[in-house]
């Protein structure tokens, strides 16, 4: 079973930046889509980044929301995902967790993220 940590969170101010990180354990991650999802007080958890290698190519999609500001990556080789997120808005306050695409049966932990204006 998929054990999946994120990192990384915190308070930043609106336009600033951050690196979130998803560790896996448990199986290896380079056989799956891998998503980061986030959920906001109130509001139900949506996916707003993917990556799915097909051969030596990589499929990248985002959500219309965070296009152009956040980039999804991952490093199959230390089982790791990344998401780089800049330009930081108020509304981007979430927790952010990552998960396979579709996801898998057990969720991590999270990480806060909050944007202060």
């Known amino acids: 079973q998929v054990q999946l940590v994120e990192s990384g969170g915190g308070l930043v101010q609106a336009g600033g930046s951050l690196r979130l990180s998803c560790a896996a354990s448990?199986?290896?991650?380079?056989?799956?889509?891998m998503g980061w999802y986030r959920q906001a007080p109130g509001k139900q958890r949506e996916l707003v980044a993917s990556?799915?290698?097909?051969?030596?190519?990589?499929?990248?999609n985002y959500a219309d929301s965070v296009k152009g500001r956040f980039t999804i990556s991952r490093d199959d080789a230390k089982n790791t995902v990344y998401l780089q997120m800049n330009n930081l808005k108020t509304e981007d306050t979430a927790v952010y967790y990552c998960n396979g695409l579709p996801a898998f049966a057990s969720w991590g932990q999270g990480t806060q993220v909050t944007v202060s204006s």
């Open positions: 990556i799915t290698r097909g051969g030596s190519i990589m499929y990248i």
């Open positions: 448990g199986s290896t991650l380079s056989i799956y889509a």
